[in-house]
Nanobody, 124 residues
Framework: QVQLVESGGGLVQAGGSLRLSCAASGRTFSSYAMGWFRQAPGKEREFVATINWRGTNTYYADSVNGRFTISRDNAKSTVTLQMTSLKPEDTAVYYC?????????????????WGQGTQVTVSS
């Protein structure tokens, strides 16, 4: 069992930056791939970024590529999403997720554990 707790959300102006963190419990964190997803009001949950178990492979949605960076610290059981050049369309609840395989995944159906989410609001 893995429990995930996100933090770092908030209100920021367009062009600003935020850093989201996800703290995981459980001894098997280092063997799991991790992902970030987001869901805006009235929209489906969408993929944002993913990282493999070692942190050697990452993949991003086109909408955030070049602006967001995912990273992980297996010693601290944390995964981070650094967000820069934020846009109003980035406004959403951001979720951290874990999948019980080592390789990256882009579909929410590939993930087994989810955090409660953290709100990110970008004002224009």
């Amino acid at each position: 069992q893995v429990q995930l707790v996100e933090s770092g959300g908030g209100l920021v102006q367009a062009g600003g930056s935020l850093r989201l963190s996800c703290a995981a419990s459980g001894r098997t964190f280092s063997s799991y791939a991790m992902g970030w997803f987001r869901q805006a009001p009235g929209k489906e949950r969408e993929f944002v970024a993913t990282i493999n178990w070692r942190g050697t492979n990452t993949y991003y949605a086109d909408s955030v590529n070049g602006r967001f960076t995912i990273s992980r610290d297996n010693a601290k059981s944390t995964v981070t999403l650094q967000m820069t050049s934020l846009k109003p369309e980035d406004t959403a609840v951001y979720y951290c997720a874990a999948r019980v395989v080592a390789a990256i995944g882009v579909s929410p159906y590939e993930y087994d554990y989810w955090g409660q989410g953290t709100q990110v609001t970008v004002s224009s």
